[in-house]
């Protein structure tokens, strides 16, 4: 195998396994998230706990809305999500309780 052939190859294994290891840690609740629910809705711009709905980022503090209705923050439970305005499930627009 020549030297250009056996470099494409280690290039594609690379990007392969950066985008697998990448989906496991995006994917993976946090030990610290266990047994807590996703309240969408009521996180400020720059204060969302991870990736949104639209799949524009997959970061903490990367919503540039304030309680857009595809960015949640972490909630002890169901209704500590319902009592701070929020919804269990990803909306489209942003919340008008919290707005």
């Given amino acids: 195998m020549d030297k ?3 470099v494409a ?4 294994a ?5 985008a697998v290891s990448t989906a496991a840690i995006i994917g993976a609740p946090t030990e610290a998230h266990a047994g807590k629910v996703k309240c969408y809705g009521i996180a400020k711009a720059g204060e969302n706990d991870c990736a949104n709905k639209a799949g524009t980022h997959s970061c903490a503090g990367q919503s540039t ?3 857009d209705g595809g960015e ?3 909630a ?3 209704s500590a999500c319902s009592e701070m305005g929020g919804k269990l499930e990803p909306f489209d627009g942003v919340n008008p309780v919290k707005s």
Wanted: overall charge positive; hydrophobic content about 55%.
């Fill in 4 to 6: 250009s052939k056996r």
């Fill in 9 to 12: 190859m280690l290039s594609v």
């Fill in 14 to 18: 690379a990007a392969f396994a950066g």
């Fill in 65 to 67: 809305v304030d309680f």
């Fill in 72 to 74: 949640w923050k972490v």
């Fill in 76 to 78: 002890a439970s169901d």
